[in-house]
Nanobody
Framework: QVQLVESGGGLVQAGGSLGLSCAAS????????????RGWFRQAPGKEREFVAA????????VYADSVKGRFTISRDNAKNTVYLQMNSLKPEDTAVYYC???????????????WGQGTQVTVSS
């Protein structure tokens, strides 16, 4: 497994932008394999954790939830072992704790991800 640490959450007005970062540590082969795919999930109070976006190791394949498509962009810098989530045109319904996760496969189900960060709060005011 790898260790993941998110940063960049905060409070923003509707229509604004916010960027999240997720730094990974772990230099074993197993940690390399387990972080081949990096994803973002979010969980609002009283709701289940939901998929937001994911990206494979090369950055050539990305997947987005329909609710964020066209507004959010996931990217990664492998030299820095960091994944980013740029969030534009934010809406109040984007308010949630955002979690970074790592997986050996490109998927959208939480059970496919083997490592998780501690989460960072994003609040969008109307």
């Amino acid at each position: 497994q790898v260790q993941l640490v998110e940063s960049g959450g905060g409070l923003v007005q509707a229509g604004g932008s916010l960027g999240l970062s997720c730094a990974a540590s772990g230099r074993t082969f197993s940690s390399y394999v387990s972080s081949y795919v990096r994803g973002w999930f979010r969980q609002a109070p009283g709701k289940e954790r939901e998929f937001v976006a994911a990206i494979n190791r090369s950055g050539g394949s990305t997947v987005y939830a329909d609710s964020v498509k066209g507004r959010f962009t996931i990217s990664r810098d492998n030299a820095k072992n960091t994944v980013y989530l740029q969030m534009n045109s934010l809406k109040p319904e984007d308010t949630a704790v955002y979690y970074c996760a790592a997986s050996p496969v490109l998927g959208s189900r939480p059970e496919e991800y083997t490592s998780w960060g501690q989460g960072t709060q994003v609040t969008v005011s109307s």
